[in-house]
């Protein structure tokens, strides 16, 4: 039987051949859409999602004036204005356009890099202001490109510079408070993950955006009160002139919390001029960062230990010869006929006899020798309680701890320990020193310095709250009466040139400075300094001030740190509307 | 906002729906054909499409709506800075002190104390 094959019309051939490319259609989709789909999806992703930073502002810095907080440190956004010398069309324009609304911050001669045809991108004009840039803009330059910059902007100028550092070209905090408070300054940046269209427009579709808002700096209030600051500044430059000494420093702080009023040394420098700045140490704030021999303004810490330990009063007497021995070294007097015979510690105080402070060291051992029993005591009140030869803690970068030897290394014998009872033999900085003495004035506690006295949130001033440190330095009776001490020996030696009516102290420093070829004190360069405190109730002081010139020759605590400290008193007077008692 | 019936009637219809029961149910003389059902239902996904798109697009109108505001409140942002600068510069102590009304300040010849 002939086998007869059924012929497919083709309508059928044709629904086969369909089917067939259907089924290939199904595959190839199958293997793009199931096989491949992360592949894919992450090449859609590459293309239309993009990821944008959202950056944190960097919070600005506010200081005091009075008791409301002003901008110190602000943000600016300015603009680099740069071309396309490709693309330039009409380069006379440009060049006439820059000149007329930027002209003071153009590159000098910027035309001739408008010529540079094998170049795409050449900087015009810098630090162009928001408004100039507009102006620009609208003048529709063919070429002209600009690119947004945030800088920082100080209103005050110079004002606490040394104090504040500055944000380097990475946007980083360098030196002083912009280092220190760098993390929270910058606050955190955000990031913003979205489906763009073709001019990179967000749009909302999809479902994998992601939006993690940026959170802006803190804006901290700084203690810094521009009155005082700009004050004590004008001080310090009329000191310069004065003595001709090569810096001149000084700190003033509020001794019932701890808050540093002023900070400044001379000479300084203007953080919107950074490229100007010839010198890097200038960058340096010598009060926190240059630990040196205060010399005599230590003889209060010692009267202070001596009062609160109970082996002196002002009343008590000792035998003044000019000199007295330690161990196998005679200590002298700055002048060794000076007071000679039986005196009182107030003497020794008014005088500056180091011969007094040696006897109070020795009184704090066996009444004859600085034993290790004295030694451990001094270490005790200097380092552990005043906290002398280490950092503070205060919020500026860069802050160094000092020395003190402690009685248990091989330096730390008796003849160091006699040293440092009135101000050698140890280096400190001058808000170790200062913080110490709002300790010794203000009834006994002690208090971390710092230059934060709070935060803004929005536009609400948050003041932060002083807490005096863990232990008591000294006792309130023992601090009464070194504050009368220091009192009796701000008026002994120099004359008067406080205002009648208020209760000021202070002790004189004259310290010789180590010659570092030599390891030996050299007779032709002395630092001066001047440690006091102020007011109108003699159990309140209203302020510590704390001033030093060196450098160039020598200088004398009364002679030439004084009358910064005098100057800085006077005009505090009027400036916290202090009444005169009495 | 509500009505209230005030005049009862009754539906001659309602009333005797009995009457309709059983009645011839008369077909449609038009009659759909399988390409007619296909371009049906390929015009209503064409429509459904329609409006899918045009939520889409009404949901980027509102995208670049909300990039223009945005835009807006980054410039006026600005310039509310630019201004805070201008006006700490004003009201620095330098600009302060060298004002006609400090140059114009004298130094007083007696203080007296207002006590409480």
């Given at each position: 039987m002939k086998q007869r094959f059924r012929v497919k019309s083709r309508t059928e051939l044709l629904a086969m051949a369909i089917i067939a490319l259907m089924a290939i259609f199904v595959v190839r989709l199958f293997y793009i859409q199931v096989i491949r789909h992360d592949y894919y999806v992450a090449q859609a992703d590459s293309e239309q999602m993009k990821k944008f930073t959202l950056h944190a502002k960097r919070g600005e810095i506010y200081a005091l004036d009075g008791d409301s907080p002003t901008k110190l440190v602000m943000n600016e956004t300015v603009y680099t204005v740069w071309a396309d010398p490709q693309t330039i069309q009409d380069r006379q324009a440009v060049v006439d356009a820059i000149n007329r609304v930027a002209g003071g911050d153009t590159r000098a001669n910027f035309g001739q890099y408008l010529d540079k045809k094998d170049t795409r991108y050449q900087v015009l004009a810098t630090k162009v202001s928001r408004k100039q840039a507009e102006l620009l803009k609208k003048a529709n330059l063919a070429g002209v490109g600009f690119d947004a910059v945030t800088q920082r902007v100080y209103p005050?100028?110079?004002?606490a510079s040394q104090v504040l550092g500055f944000v380097d070209a990475e946007g980083s905090g360098k030196y002083g408070f912009e280092q220190a408070y760098d993390g929270r300054l910058k606050g955190r940046d955000g990031l913003l993950k979205t489906v763009t269209d073709v001019r990179s427009v967000?749009?909302?579709?999809?479902?994998k955006n992601i939006n993690i808002p940026a959170v802006d700096g803190q804006s901290p209030v700084l203690s810094i009160d521009r009155n005082v600051q700009a004050k004590t500044e004008k001080a310090l430059a009329d000191a310069v002139t004065r003595t001709g000494a090569k810096r001149v420093s000084a700190i003033v702080m509020d001794p019932s919390t701890g808050q540093v009023m002023a900070m400044a040394n001379m000479p300084t420098y203007d953080p919107s001029k950074l490229s100007e700045v010839q010198d890097v140490a200038l960058f340096n704030n010598a009060t926190i960062n240059h630990p040196y021999e205060i010399g005599s303004v230590a003889k209060t810490f010692t009267i202070a230990a001596g009062l609160d330990k109970g082996v002196?009063?002002?009343?008590s007497t000792y035998v003044n010869e000019g000199s007295i021995r330690v161990d196998d070294r005679i200590i002298n007097n700055a002048s060794k006929t000076t007071k000679l015979g039986t005196i009182t510690m107030q003497d020794a105080l008014d005088w500056s006899l180091n011969t007094g402070m040696v006897t109070i060291a020795q009184r704090l051992g066996n009444g004859s020798e600085i034993t290790y029993g004295a030694r451990q005591t001094i270490y005790q009140y200097f380092h552990d309680r005043m906290l002398l030869g280490q950092k503070t803690g205060i919020e500026l970068a860069g802050e160094s701890g000092g020395i003190i030897i402690s009685p248990d290394d091989a330096q730390g014998n008796a003849v160091r320990y006699s040293n440092m009872s009135f101000g050698q033999g140890m280096d400190l900085t001058m808000v170790q020193a200062a913080a110490a003495f709002c300790a010794v004035v203000n009834g006994g506690a002690y208090y971390t310095p710092t230059v934060v006295a709070g935060n803004m949130n929005g536009t609400t001033f948050q003041k932060a709250t002083a807490t005096p440190h863990a232990q008591r330095v000294i006792s309130a009776e023992a601090s009464a009466q070194a504050r009368e001490m220091i009192h009796h020996a701000h008026y002994a030696t120099y004359k008067p040139a406080d205002r009648p009516g208020y209760y000021i102290g202070g002790k004189t420093g004259t310290s010789q400075t180590i010659d570092p070829k030599t390891g030996e004190y050299r007779n032709d360069e002395t630092i001066a300094t001047y440690l006091g405190f102020g007011g109108s109730d003699p159990s309140l002081p209203r302020y510590v001030i704390m001033t030093s010139v060196y450098g160039n020759g020598n200088y004398g605590g009364g002679a030439d740190a004084k009358p910064i400290f005098n100057d800085i008193s006077n005009w505090l007077i009027d400036y916290l509307k202090l009444q005169p008692k009495g | 906002m509500s009505y209230t019936r005030t005049v009862q009637f009754n539906s001659r219809r309602q009333g005797n729906w009995g009457r309709n029961q059983n009645t011839v149910a008369f077909a449609s003389a038009v009659k759909l054909g399988p390409i007619t059902h296909t371009v049906l239902i390929a015009l209503m996904i064409t429509v459904l499409g329609l409006i899918y798109l045009t939520q889409a697009t009404r949901t980027s109108s509102y995208d670049y709506a909300a990039s223009e505001v945005d835009s807006q409140i980054s410039q006026l942002s600005d310039q509310k800075k630019d201004l805070e600068v201008d006006n700490a510069r004003l009201t620095a102590l330098k600009e302060v002190q060298n004002s006609n009304v400090a140059k114009n300040m004298t130094t007083p010849t007696e203080t007296n104390y207002a006590n409480e």
């Open positions: 005050e100028g110079s004002l967000p749009l909302t579709v999809g479902d002196m009063k002002p009343d | -």
